[in-house]
């Protein structure tokens, strides 16, 4: 690898045996680097991305057709960062948080014996508030929260009105409510 940060091995096209491969790389990294500095907020960006525009011009079969490798260059650097902008657009990147700027305590896959029994403390309290549900109410809460049927496919299946389906509702979550409270 030289000083550039291109491998030789990365360059395999028929450019690559070229004697003036360090001239280019020494000669054009610097700027495309400021170029991509200037377009990019990460400089590990810029520097990957001055890489890759040096590697498609290398991996040319010829330049002697380019008149000017500096414009071709920036061609190649803004393709790059048009490519760059579009692929962060689609992935939705400005959303994204790395875990190393996040702070704070992370939950432990391990859950701590007093949060598991905390859990399983408010686990019985849900199934004896259910149990104090009329069957009818339990059925209705039942059907729609865990079998994710509509209050209208509720009501055909119980053979009673919608209106009735959402009483049983409003009933049985009025009970959660007072029986658990807010977590």
């Known amino acids: 690898m ?26 054009h990294r610097p700027a495309l680097v400021r170029y991509f500095l200037r377009h990019l907020p990460n400089a590990d960006d810029a520097e990957d ?20 490798v500096e414009a071709y260059l920036l061609r190649i650097a803004s393709n790059l960062v048009r490519d760059r902008f ?28 007093e949060r598991v029994y905390e859990g399983n403390k408010r686990l019985q309290l849900f199934l004896t508030a259910l149990d104090e549900l009329s069957p009818r109410c339990r059925q209705v809460f039942l059907l729609q929260r865990y079998e994710g049927l509509t209050y209208s496919a509720i ?27 807010d977590p």
């Open 49 to 68: 991305l001055a890489q890759e525009a040096l590697v498609r011009l290398m991996r040319m079969p010829s330049t002697a057709d380019v008149l000017n």
């Open 86 to 113: 579009r692929r962060d657009v689609s992935h939705c990147t400005q959303q994204h948080v790395s875990l190393d700027e996040l702070t704070g305590d992370w939950p432990s896959e391990v859950p701590y014996g």
């Open 155 to 181: 009501a055909r299946r119980l053979e009673i009105s919608v209106s009735a389906v959402e009483k049983q509702m409003m009933r049985a979550l009025l009970h959660f409510d007072t029986r658990l409270g």
């Open 2 to 27: 030289n000083e550039g940060g291109i491998d030789a091995a990365e360059l395999s096209g028929p450019a690559s045996g070229r004697a003036d491969l360090p001239r280019m790389i020494e000669q």
